[in-house]
């Protein structure tokens, strides 16, 4: 967090506020202004808070002011939580303080028919007026796992810190989403802008921030519409020479784009061109939300690959042909594997064994005799051959109690010294539900970005391949550490 | 089972026999020929067992005999689980017993280099001369859940039964993805095959047994070459009419198929040819397992819809605006919901809500204060509308211990009676692991099947669509109850 005086930029003070007015916090544990101060205090907010409800004189043990221009020091920031009917005033209250920016969670406005889009020209006037920026309204708003800042009302799993930075449009559906990256994706996030009705603050404001975040080395878009299609794709061809962008546009089609006319008013714009755009602008667009998480995964824990040639161990010579298939579909290069590598594999291979990429590792478990040796012989070939630059590992599994391909992980990959290759690496199983699970979690811990299928995986590989060919490794950080992904 | 003399058709023999031998039965309960008999025995198999083993007397406890042709009484099938080089000999044995059909577990044949192809040739010979029929080699071979046959050697967790039943051609892929199924998918399982190296009983072989099996209702597979493809490809049309046909067919591209060729020996086939065929054969193509087990779980799970009309009911406006992308991608259409529906929707949505399909269920809920009623009316009036064919359930969620969104599904569901109402429904959640967990689980024991996307919701409905626009659904058992989808 910053020491230092007021912020230029009141985009910046949505997310590191040193201080913050909460208007509607309150006591009853069932309401959103409770749950707000509650998150605020629970992930450590360091800056000063300062709760507003007219009709306390504390909250939670903290002093509470009548009014925003009763607080009597400075205040960067206000997130507003009262009926939408009283938000001008209080709006006019954070004019008259002097604030930076407000986050409206309230909802009540364009997206509850002619009286809410009254008040919502109202407070677009005040704030434009004072110059003060608006996130929202209709939104859980910001989270900042780094200084623990956030304007979310929704009981919250407690982040882990990481690389990930997210944009969304839409609060319920971007508190679910986090939520469940929360619950199941191994990297941590950065900072989180749900827009909500999208009023002032847009996605161009919040990546422009996020360009200079030292944070924030990934980016994740959920969108419906872009405001000012323009400066958007300006913007985003800036940052995504500097760090990966990955969005999800939805209405692309005739129906969709009605559908989202009635949701957030957004206007359509024709798929083909804003496809072209992304492209143009570097973007990696992705099609559903399990494309935006996997693409998100993978460049949150992978260095960036050099090439596009890509080496397979697949324990199943069913996850050997599928996997040629899907390098193909995804125009990556099946690598030829070197000289050093072929001798390697041959010195633990059966002499009718045939060799090649994709390789069926059973093949060296029949000459080893054990699947954990094998796993480390292959993959440790496959990490130090020049001539592949990124690998995907297709396991297979039985029950937990079944001996058959049991694999102590943790000792494979601290035997290969994994830290020291820099190389990008994927990981797949077909096994039972808890063998898959016991397999995704330790991968997760080793670094490792695991997918349900293989063909997820060369997915994965495609697209990180796509932008760093595009765009070169020099911006990644040298001094990331394999298994954690953090400096 | 059968009750009464020999069967002709030696296929059914192999899922469906009355006597078993099984060469290489042994009480080292580190060995195959254990884990094999254990599983027949713990299955429940009723028929006879005949454990053959040179130098034992029993057996777990059965009496063991030294060769098959010792054996005094008929055997119908016999599982062969010894060194590749004792299998000719046991063939020969096999053919003087007079039995039906083998099926070969042991590997180190064809897939092992020249030794091991002139062992297959050996063999091919053998029961071709002596007219038996062969599963295999190198291969866990069958399971029937109906009788408890098995020739599996891996521990297996205790199958459900249930109408789907699978081809696959790789014996460790195939045990893998049979764990995968049995713990991951609400839907139970009548046969496997996994017909290994193929060198007699095929694709089309099964197939036609699936045919005139009554316990088989939805058909996968998973090949990576297909022998006869004239014979294949009449089969499945005869059989596509009466029973769907889910086919991931790997090999695909000129990478894949180099692939399969080392893997299975299989010769690819150009894929367009391939996959014209399909379609005119009324054959349903997955493009990686995740397609193939999402087609395979609402085809087990629907009635057949009477039209292509898709009701989408969302607790979120993106989940509005993607359902619309997705249904216009796939070639589905959106309801135009009756005007009986419009006013009971109407009653119940504040007056500035917008009413229209994707239903955004929010604002029913803004209006009723309650997540699960709201739930009710939703569902139970798109469930009774006649425009609506079919129907996408977009529910978000956060953590389990939060109060938003809690919802009784099993008292929805008795609430709106839903075993009366026969039209498919399939539901999505974006919630933390647990809340998800949880909503699966549930919705897998009301008989409803989800996915992890609202994408996937609507592909696997476009499937359902197409097959029965196609074949219509008289096939469709009409005593199937809809919870449990069996009669």
Redesign the interface.
Known sequence: MRTSGRPCDPVRSLFEPESVAVVGATEDPEKPGYLLLRNLIDLGYRGKIYPVNRSRETVLGLKCYHRVSEIPGEVETAIIIVPAREVPKTMEDCGEKKVRSVIICSSGFGE?????AKLEREIIEIASRDGVRIVGPNTTGILNTYNGFTSSF????KPTRGPVSIIA??G??A???L??I???QPYGLSKVAGLGNKVDVDDSDILEYFEGDPETRVVAI?A?GIRDGRRFIGVSRRVSSKKPIIILK???????G???E???GSIMVRDEVFDAACKAAGLIRA????ELLDYTKVFAMSPPPRGDRVGVIA???????????????YGLR?AELSEETMETLRMYT?????L?N?L?A?LLRMKVGDAEESMRLSLEAFMRDPNVDMVSLVM????R??R?WKVDLRRVFSKIGMDHLEKPLVATI???????EDFDEEMGRLGVPTY?????NIRALSALARYYLKYGASTYPSNLNWHTRRP
Request: hydrophobic share 35%; proline share 5%.
């Open positions: 509850a028919g002619r009286e809410g929704v009981k919250l799993s449009q839409t319920m559906f508190s679910a989403m939520e469940h929360l619950t199941t959920y419906e939805a209405a692309r089609t005739r129906s969709g009605k559908a989202a009635t949701h957030t099609g559903d939300i399990e324990y199943t010579g069913a996850g050997c042909v599928m996997s040629a298939d899907a390098i193909e579909d099946l059966p002499p009718f064994g045939v090649s994709p069926d059973e297979v599994g039985l029950r109690d079944s058959i077909m096994a039972s539900r808890e063998v898959t349900p299928s293989l063909r997820r």
